[in-house]
């Protein structure tokens, strides 16, 4: 007997769903559902876990038969109330929360020190107006924003190839503390906006490069504190994340996620969609800049005399409107699939 068949019939004697055995062992219940499909295996201290659940021997469990066992009483341990975070959602994007922000600040102050410091070194090239000291302290700066973006991306990245669809498990009340939190994180980001534009006016041009870097200081807090009250908001709206964890997976990703048959088959057909939609907004827009292209250059050609046309006028300004033309294409296209397309 394997596993996995002991499993299924030690979870159906206690009337347990996926996700409930999945709060009692604290993983998600993608992983109950490649346990019991044989993709995958359970960690040692999980097997030890399942073991004091079902009151069983690591060996029964493993190897023996446990398919002739007496359904459980019906006091046994079977979690109850709301869909729990077991996948450590909450915890990664409060991740998020902290390095996005904090990326955009380490540029905003790489900038304002370089303002501060510059003219310090004036031994120090200058290029574009400034010397080289404000370049390399605002690449500093740069380079600072991006120790935090990229690792940050990389991991939302995993996250969401290994949870694609995440229950909701906010309450009204985890909502309610996000808005006011936000409504808090917006008013004082505001608030230090304004004393920077207030240091930036009485400084003003007597000494414009402290004017510049008290401004951009507190425009780095303000910005981090709208930025990071914002996404704990948006972290409550899972529906939108798994609408956009959908949009971000490949097919592939998708057809060999742990989902359910109706939850995949609907991102399939989703998927489907959007890559008809995009291959037929690609062909408009390369249509409308063959358009665009044609429109600033036939005349040029079809001219008496070619070296003296003139490129700007009414065929310059053909050659700019094709791409907005073709992009509301693409919206009337996009709506109308989305509305009238074949379901998958």
């Known amino acids: 007997m394997s596993f996995r068949d ?4 030690l979870r159906a004697t206690r009337n347990m769903t996926q996700e409930q055995l999945a709060m009692l062992l604290g ?26 659940i079902f009151d069983c021997t690591l060996d029964e469990l493993v190897t023996g ?14 979690p109850a109330g709301p869909p729990a975070d077991v996948c450590g959602y909450d915890e990664h994007q409060r991740m998020m929360a902290w390095k996005i922000p904090t990326g955009i600040a380490c540029i905003l102050v790489g900038i304002a020190l370089g303002f501060f410091f510059e003219g ?14 404000f370049i390399l302290i605002v690449l500093m700066g740069v380079l600072a924003g991006l120790a935090f973006f990229v690792p940050a991306g990389m991991a939302h990245t995993a996250f969401v190839k290994a949870h694609p669809f995440v229950e909701d498990f906010y309450t009204e009340d985890d909502r309610d503390r996000a808005r006011s939190r936000f409504s808090f994180g917006l008013l004082a980001g505001i608030a230090f906006i304004i004393v920077g534009i207030g240091f930036f006016l009485v400084l003003g041009e007597q000494a414009e490069n402290y004017a510049l870097f008290f401004l951009l200081i507190f425009i780095a807090i303000g910005t981090w504190n709208i930025v990071h009250y914002g996404m704990l908001l948006g972290r409550t ?15 592939e990703d ?16 989703k998927k489907h969609r959007a890559t008809k939609t995009g291959a037929v907004c690609g062909s408009i827009m390369i249509l409308a800049t063959i358009a665009g292209l044609a429109a600033l250059f036939v005349p040029m050609f079809s001219a008496p005399d070619p070296s003296n046309f003139d490129p ?20 009337v296209a996009s709506l109308l699939m989305n509305a009238f397309g074949k379901k998958e």
């Open 6 to 9: 002991n499993l299924q019939h």
């Open 27 to 52: 993983v998600s219940r993608q992983s109950v559902t490649k346990w019991e499909a044989e993709r995958s295996y359970p960690e040692m201290d999980k097997l030890l876990k399942l073991c004091q």
């Open 65 to 78: 038969d446990l398919t002739d066992r007496a359904a459980a009483p019906a006091e046994a341990s079977v």
């Open 120 to 133: 310090t070194l004036p031994f120090i090239g200058s290029h574009n107006g400034h010397d080289g000291l």
């Open 237 to 251: 709206d899972i529906t939108g994340y798994n609408r956009e964890a959908a949009s971000e997976l490949e097919l």
């Open 254 to 269: 998708i057809v060999n996620a742990q989902l359910d048959a109706e939850l995949k088959n609907a991102l399939v057909s």
């Open 312 to 331: 700007e006028g009414t065929s310059a300004m053909w050659f700019w409107v094709a791409w907005p033309v073709g992009g509301m294409l693409c919206g």
